[in-house]
């Protein structure tokens, strides 16, 4: 199979991060699953290949400068320059306000600020040389305030100043930089939240669908193809935008 482009996906080994990693194979994408540890993406890579596809599974940190710079130089002699990256990898911290740690403050800087900073300067030496990019940034509804993440919230609104940025930085360049912000999405990470605080999956999947005008909650493939649709070479005059995708308006 002859592939359009080279793709990076951090997070990619399982939630959102996984199903964009299937979507932009199936549009004929290669696809880079990156993930903090290689072996979680084993079982991405397989199916993408299964199906007929190219994937390359590539264990990193995306807060660590060094592990990015080499994962970036990996993909691109393993698989050809990288033009379109999808800045997924993400981790909850909550906790009010009084209760937060530095820790959790700085985890949560570190993976979705820092992690989108260090991938996107990897990669834009490959789009610019190239002359095309597409950057899509993972942000959310939480980015208008939500209680308990104030760590989260902050980084979510801002990646939306990072991707307008980038998409005035790059666009000469032929480069586009969005932002897709999800509502409530089915994945371990919300999974994690109902435990969190007690309540059972299904149950706090119901109670948020009751608040969603589409009345149910998200999948990780509703997300993958709003993705999809910035990554595309047909989006090339959409920059700097916020897609939300939250089966309904934002407050
Ligand atoms: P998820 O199921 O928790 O998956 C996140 C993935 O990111 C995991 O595979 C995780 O690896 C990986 N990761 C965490 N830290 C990393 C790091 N430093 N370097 C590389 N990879 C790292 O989350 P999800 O629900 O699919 O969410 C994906 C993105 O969408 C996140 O940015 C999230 O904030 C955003 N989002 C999600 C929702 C939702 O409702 N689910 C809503 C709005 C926005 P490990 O498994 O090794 O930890």
């Known amino acids: 199979m002859t592939h359009t482009r080279v793709a990076i996906v951090t997070g990619g080994a399982r939630g959102i991060g996984a199903a964009v990693c299937r979507r932009l194979a199936s549009d004929g994408m290669a696809v880079a699953v990156i993930d903090l540890d290689a072996a979680t993406c084993k079982a991405v890579v397989d199916e993408i290949e299964t199906a007929g ?12 400068e060094s592990a990015v710079d080499q994962a970036v130089r990996r993909v691109a002699d393993e698989l050809g320059a990288p033009t379109v990256l999808v800045n997924n990898a993400g981790v909850l911290r909550d906790n009010l306000l009084f209760r937060m740690s530095t820790d959790d403050w700085d985890s949560v800087m570190n993976v979705h600020l820092r992690g989108a900073f260090l991938m996107s300067r990897a990669v834009q030496k490959h789009m610019t040389e190239a002359a095309y990019g597409r950057i899509v940034n993972l942000s959310s509804t939480s980015a208008a305030g939500n209680r308990g993440q104030a760590n989260y919230a902050a980084a979510k609104a801002g990646l939306q100043g990072f991707t307008k940025t980038l998409s005035i930085e790059l666009g000469k360049f032929g480069v586009t930089a ?13 999974a994690a939240t109902a435990e969190r605080v007690g309540v059972p ?13 589409v009345a149910r909650t998200g999948r990780p493939d509703d997300v993958a193809h709003a993705v999809s649709f910035f990554a595309s070479e047909e989006a090339g005059f959409v920059s700097g935008q916020v897609l939300y995708v939250a089966g309904g308006p934002v407050a």
């Open 53 to 64: 596809g190219t994937a390359l599974g590539v264990g990193a940190d995306v807060a660590d």
């Open 178 to 190: 969005n932002a897709v912000a999800p509502g409530f999405i089915e994945t371990e990470m919300t």
């Open 201 to 213: 999956f299904e149950e706090f999947k119901a109670s948020a669908a009751a608040q969603i005008p």
